[in-house]
């Protein structure tokens, strides 16, 4: 591993009824987020209390990381955004409800380039007036990413995405990802292929390569599903390339069941290892690499200059 590389740790914060299986997706029972919590009048809130439980391990492990928040999470945990600030957090953008921008199966965009803008220019809005930061760092709801997408995000001003995975497992994107690998790179105007000459940074996800295929190693559900030492090989052999991310969410350490609306709990392997075997399984992957962690901002300026 280069004593040089910097691993950006980064939550995705967003709540279960955000996940696909209930909102925001073209097979979703809910159009989007907004819409179920209009119908929806039972508890809602599985985030807070793991979200402050993510803050308490970052203080406990000394790392300050980057949280790309859904926005219209403001309006539903009022104080939530405002504390992960005040405890010396970055804060990212997840979007303005968690919507695919592009289709699962067609990758055809699902709003306008002028719809997707507007929807963009009021989650910035939110997330920095909530927050009092400059909101510079973006993450695609679900990381269903195209190059279109990302040219209307360097022009409202964002400094860098997370959101390019490169994988044998699935492709999230519209276009092939063969020219893409797993460091800090820039992408040309219009594709997320590497190569452009302009402002935006990507910071792409961590793989582990072995012969004939190449294995996801990110983090989010894949601590639950793949464990530990998967991706902790992953990350430590992407590190040694140059820069890397890790990334979860709040709801992989969230203990107790979810509502059962949609098919949320219909997937029993995908949430069994979620809760206290997850967030073991963090706190261990997370002391096994050396406490040089940054927000993902400070790693993209680290990898191109400021």
Known sequence: MSEASKLAVSVDVEDWYHVPTVSGAPFSPYPSASEFLDSWDGKYDYLTSPTKRTLDLFD???????????????????????????????????????????????????????????????????????SGQDVTGFRAPAVYVAGWMLDIVEDLGFEYDSSVARNSLYNKTDQSLGDVGRTPYVPENGTLSPGGSRDLVELPWPYFRFPGARVPTAGGPLIRIFGRRILERGIKQSLGKGHSVFYFHPLDIARGSFPDVGSVNRRPVFWLFKGATAENRIRKLLRSIPHDQRPCRHVADSAFGP
């Open 60 to 130: 406990e492990l000394g790392i300050t990381a980057t949280f790309f928040v859904v926005a219209d999470i403001v309006e539903n945990y009022p104080g939530l955004v405002e504390e992960i600030a005040s405890r010396g957090h970055e804060i990212g953008c997840h979007g303005l409800h968690h919507e695919f921008a592009i289709h699962p199966d067609t990758k055809e965009p699902r709003f306008t380039e002028d719809e997707y803008r507007d929807r963009l220019i009021r989650a910035k809005s939110i997330l920095e007036s909530t």
